[in-house]
């Protein structure tokens, strides 16, 4: 009902996901750590890719869009009113970690839900890596 289309620019650009938006809804490991509203840290991770797929796959909510290489986008639609938060990971194999994105689609503010949700993945992925 609240999905809207899928953003135009996911994915990666010269290594990078795309910048955070400008509203609070969003948060990036890419972001300026300066910028308290957006930045997280990445994950650290040494590990199978597949294991941060899976560890993405069994959060509630999520499907899988799409999988290429060392890149992953997933979906996480809210149980009751169906909003659409994009997320995305990055693994960097020689950096040992995963830079993430998460945004909503719609709104401007989430409630930290964006942030909350890559904590939660952050104890998954560490659980396996």
Known sequence: MFSFRRPGNLGVTDGRLAPPKRTPNCVSSQADPADREHYI????????????????????????????????????????????????LLYDERAGVVHVR????????????????????????????
């Not at 945004?103 to 890596?129: M, Q």
């Open 41 to 88: 840290p990445a994950i650290a991770f040494r590990g199978n890719f597949s294991d941060v797929e899976k560890a993405v796959a069994a959060m509630r909510g999520a499907t899988l869009i799409r999988r290429e290489g060392n890149y992953l986008h997933a979906e996480y639609r809210t149980p009751i009113m169906r909003y659409v938060d994009d997320v995305e």
């Open 102 to 129: 998460s945004a909503s689609r719609l709104g401007r503010r989430d409630f930290g839900t964006n942030r909350k949700r890559v904590e939660a993945l952050r104890a998954l992925i560490s659980a396996r890596g």
